[in-house]
């Protein structure tokens, strides 16, 4: 029960916090923590283990965890991997022992010649059953994506290349969600012409057959693209247009796909912009960084509209981010029935390094959520978040979170959720280190219940060789 945890994986509109924090991390992260393992060991105390109104009780539980990274570049073999493994003893009978693994890979390994790829993917995360209930254990799953494909480019000249490729695609549920399994195979040729030294074009044509093991149901797509990129003076911009025809045991559809990228860097600002119309199913979900929230199968046209800006001032110490976001799903044909729906979104955040050794983090949010064929016909969510972090010593740092989520889901069905984590973390030795953490959460139901509140303590130590 990490705060973290809860905002990433059970709230859509605070994963915009947690992303920007991540953004951070990755930029400092140096080239000798690419490869890496880690063993650490926690002791965790909850005052209320199963987040109930009237029935508040005591538990305990010891994890175990481990993560390996590993990144490195060989003559012919490109190898990036980071995966975590964690396992919870509780003292309660009356929950089950937890043991879970995530993580991702990429291999690149060239075959008999450089224009010859063998691409390998893996990616295995964890994700809510129900996206509408609590964040605990018994409503968490875990999914595999797993990619295979040979890339062959064939120069033609100094300006032409073709590339053909083959892929195939494996997605997969444990425990009950098995019924979501599916797998895809798909072909593709391309041509790419480089105009100048700051344009190119590219053709491709793409056909791929996809089949849900445990539903009657698949379907064959074919697509033609056609793509611009280039490069000016403020930035870069891309541009792609393109049609896609399926064939489904269900139904027949076509229809254009789009996509528009530009990007323009004045001064200290930078500003970004996306536009894109694309045909997927729900099981493309995990080739993203979007949190999931995987309910049941469907197929359909996916638009996104997104802007954002960035500014940095004082010497590269402030730097504050804003972006604005639209997406719709319209939904061709149903595999499961699920609701159509469109989302619009709106992020801000501010970074300020104060100090060598002080930085604040603020950011607030705000998604709408409009559903065509639900009861419920609009879900808003809004939410705030502030993080301090700060180094004492050369060994011993702190933090200290808080974060606040509303969610309306009707006038009278509200639920209010506060949350605030102070840490510490001291490192013993370079690679030896101790975490500690006291964490508070409470809940606030408008509806039948009055909520609940939990206090839970962490203590962690690891090794990281």
Excluded at 271 to 294: C, G, H, Y
Excluded at 371 to 377: G, N, P, V
């Amino acid at each position: 029960m990490k705060i973290n945890k809860i905002s990433t994986q059970s709230c859509p509109s605070i994963f915009f916090f947690a992303l920007l924090f991540q953004t951070h991390a990755a930029a400092s992260t140096t080239d000798k923590q690419s490869s890496f393992v880690e063993l650490g060991a926690g002791y965790i105390v909850s005052d209320n283990i199963y987040k109930s109104t009237d029935n508040k009780q005591t538990a305990r539980s010891a994890t175990a965890d481990m993560a390996l990274g590993y990144k490195k570049k060989f003559t012919t073999t490109d190898i990036a991997l980071t995966y975590d493994a964690e396992y919870t003893k509780e003292n309660k009978e009356e929950l089950q022992e937890n043991n879970y693994w995530t993580g991702n890979a990429l291999i690149s390994q060239q075959v008999f010649s450089k224009n010859l790829l063998l691409n390998l993917a893996h990616k295995r995360r964890r994700y809510l059953i129900d996206p509408s209930q609590a964040n605990d254990e018994n409503n968490q799953n875990e999914n595999d994506f797993l990619k295979a494909g040979l890339q062959w480019s064939l120069p033609y000249s100094d300006r032409t290349t073709f590339i053909v490729g083959a892929d195939h695609t494996e997605t997969w549920f444990a425990g009950d969600g098995a019924k979501s399994d599916s797998n895809s195979n798909e072909a593709l040729i391309s041509w790419q012409y480089a105009l100048s030294e700051k344009s190119q074009v590219q053709v491709s044509y793409s056909g791929s057959k996809k089949k849900f093991d445990d539903l009657n149901e698949e379907y064959r797509q074919q697509k033609l693209d056609t793509k611009l990129t280039r490069s000016y003076l403020l930035g870069t911009y891309s541009l792609n247009i393109g049609k896609t025809w399926v064939d489904s045991l269900s139904a027949k559809n076509n229809g254009e796909q789009y996509g528009f990228t530009i990007n323009a860097q004045m001064r200290k600002h930078l500003f970004t912009f996306n536009a894109s119309k694309t045909l997927t199913d729900s099981s493309r979900e995990f080739e993203t960084d979007q949190p999931i929230a995987f309910v049941e199968n469907s197929f359909f046209w996916y638009t996104s509209l997104s802007l954002e800006h960035q500014y940095i001032i004082l010497n590269d110490k402030l730097v504050s981010n804003l972006r604005f976001d639209f997406e719709r799903s319209d939904q061709l044909t149903a595999i499961d029935e699920i609701d159509i729906k469109d989302k619009y979104g709106a992020f801000g955040g501010l970074t300020w390094s104060l100090t060598e050794y002080l930085r604040s983090d603020l950011s607030v949010s705000y998604r709408r959520t409009d559903l065509t064929s639900s009861a419920i016909k609009k879900v808003t969510e809004a939410g705030a978040l502030g993080k301090l972090t700060w180094s004492l010593t050369e060994n011993l740092s702190s933090s200290l979170l808080v974060s606040y989520l509303r969610t309306d889901l009707t006038s009278s069905a509200i639920k209010k959720v506060t949350e605030a984590e102070v840490s510490a973390k001291y490192n013993v030795t370079h690679s030896l280190y101790i975490q500690l953490s006291a964490a508070f959460e409470k809940q606030e139901n408008i509806q039948k219940t009055s909520g609940y509140e939990e206090q839970h303590y962490t203590s962690r130590i690891a090794y990281k060789y």
